[in-house]
């Protein structure tokens, strides 16, 4: 072999391995990723959180997250709480690293949402939002959390394909009821600054957000009986300073407060 063949071998060689590095450091990122969604997003929940793909974009974005399953507390009939087929966050991963995070839009795309009265009383949506409210009134009284921390704000927030499962104690059906919405759009979503983390925040605005409006949207179809429910949940809102969740709370008592009285 002379020496013109054995340099161009060699130089083959090395772009192949080149190739194969970076593939194996997305293939890594996106790992690695999916792992933080699992942690972070029980450590903000309280509750199971899993994805079947996480895929983050490097420079140029789009962040996807597929087929996203926040499991229900105990005590539910369903084993999920929410279900998502897919989240597109418009942003790379390089927009995460400043402490306030613009993000121009995120689309949610098939949604299923589980809505129950637990035996001894309280929704399921309550024991998620205490934990949430708790996390973040933990991290509020740490003596050693910053005054600024992180902040996320997205322009554009599109919810769609949209299924609430209201349960029999839930819904004003006695039975219970499966209700169907197109598309929901909401603009300048918020979060209070925090120390929790981007992923923390995220996670737990889009869940409290989603809620949020989902609950607003189907509200005149959900029973009396979850309003002391909710009560309990809306109660610590203004403590912990989460637009959302308080807003969630002035929704529904809004909302509820003129239905009939009575466990229908």
């Not at 607003?216 to 300073?241: M, N, P, Y």
Request: with cysteine; proline share 3%; glycine share 8%.
């Amino acid at each position: 072999m002379n020496r013109f063949a054995l340099w161009r071998r060699r130089l083959v060689w090395t772009v192949v391995s080149a190739a194969l590095l970076l593939v194996l450091a997305f293939v890594s990122i996106d790992f690695l990723a999916a792992m933080a969604l699992r942690s972070v997003g029980s450590s903000a929940l309280g509750v199971s959180v899993d994805a079947s793909n996480v895929h983050v974009g490097l420079t140029n974005g789009p962040c996807t997250i597929a087929n996203l399953a926040i499991q229900n507390p105990a005590g539910c009939t369903e084993a999920n709480f929410l279900l998502v087929r897919t989240i597109s966050v418009d942003a790379s991963a390089k927009a995460f690293l400043e402490p306030v995070v613009m993000i121009p839009s995120v689309s949610i795309t098939g949604i299923t949402l589980d809505l129950e009265r637990l035996s001894e009383g309280g929704t399921n949506a309550q024991v998620l939002l205490n934990h949430m409210a708790k996390v973040k009134g933990t991290q509020r009284q740490d003596p050693t959390a910053s005054s600024q921390g992180t902040r996320v704000i997205i322009a554009e927030l599109v919810l769609s394909d949209i299924t609430l499962h209201a349960g029999a104690r839930v819904s004003i059906v006695p039975l219970g009821a499966t209700l169907h919405k197109d598309r929901i759009v909401l603009k300048n979503v918020d979060s209070a600054a925090s120390d929790l983390g981007v992923g923390h925040q995220l996670i737990s605005l889009l869940t409290e957000t989603v809620v949020a409006a989902i609950i607003d949207s189907f509200g005149d179809q959900l029973s009396s009986a979850v309003k002391s429910a909710i009560q309990g949940a809306a109660s610590v809102l203004d403590e912990v300073g989460g637009k959302q969740l308080q807003d969630l709370g002035n929704s529904i008592g809004k909302i509820l407060g003129g239905l009939p009285k009575g466990d229908s």
